[in-house]
């Protein structure tokens, strides 16, 4: 018998990162249906009410959203479901996104899908899978390509290693397999990760959108250790 979709969520099921208290309440905001994973996305009252501590409680954040003051891709979002960086607002005006299909339509029309589940016609030729789109917000169109190759800056999106961001230096392909890349971050640290998880942020060392504070680094414990006594000392 079908039971249709669940409507609600325990917090002992919610996703890690967004850090919820296990003993403060019995169910978590229960994300709405959307082209992002429900382990990759973080509900607006979380963001709201847990990271900058504008509400106290979900009503208050529904009476924040109420007010249309909140965006997320140029549109207004009022039902309260979506590391916090803040940009600036002319990087506000794009996205970027990453190209999981590029096949043929209806007619023959060529068409590109992104991984927000965007569907772009008629892309340039040499637009191909694992390649980075910069989509104008406004407009919805493509105004840069950014190509899937060994020397550009790419940022983990998951498995161990998400979050580190890196130049690629080595991508090895596996018939019937995952083709696995190689990084090398701005410490010389160096990683790897399934090609399904690089998301290519820029050509050369320079990528196009800001980066967090620690840009993407991630230290092994002996070197924490290390930068928290150089902090005391300091």
Not at 150 to 169: C, Y
Request: proline letters at 4%.
């Amino acid at each position: 018998m079908v039971r249709g979709p669940k409507k609600h969520m325990k917090r002992l099921n919610a996703p890690k990162h967004w850090m919820l208290d296990k003993l403060t309440g019995t169910y978590a905001p229960k994300p709405s249906a959307g082209p992002h994973k429900q382990r990759e996305c973080l509900p607006l009252i979380i963001f709201l009410r847990n990271r900058l501590k504008y509400a106290l409680n979900g009503r208050e954040v529904q009476s924040i959203l109420m007010q249309r003051l909140v965006k997320v891709d140029g549109k207004v979002r009022t039902d309260g479901r979506f590391i916090i960086h803040r940009i600036t607002d002319e990087e506000a005006k794009f996205k970027l996104g990453k190209v999981k299909r590029a096949q043929l339509g209806a007619k023959g029309i060529p068409y590109i899908v992104t991984h927000d589940a965007r569907t772009i016609r008629y892309p340039n030729p040499s637009i191909k899978v694992n390649d980075t789109v910069k989509i104008d917000i406004e407009t919805g169109k493509v105004v840069e390509t950014i190509k899937m190759e060994v020397g550009n800056v790419a940022m983990v999106t998951g498995g161990h290693s998400m979050g580190r961001i890196g130049v690629i230096t080595h991508r090895e392909r596996h018939n019937g397999g995952f083709d696995i890349v190689s990084m090398k971050d701005s410490a010389g640290h160096t990683f790897v990760t399934r090609l399904s998880n690089v998301f290519v942020i820029g050509e050369g060392n320079k990528a196009i959108i800001s980066l967090p504070k620690n840009k993407g680094i991630k230290f092994t414990i002996s070197e924490e250790r290390d930068r928290r006594r150089q902090k005391q000392e300091a």
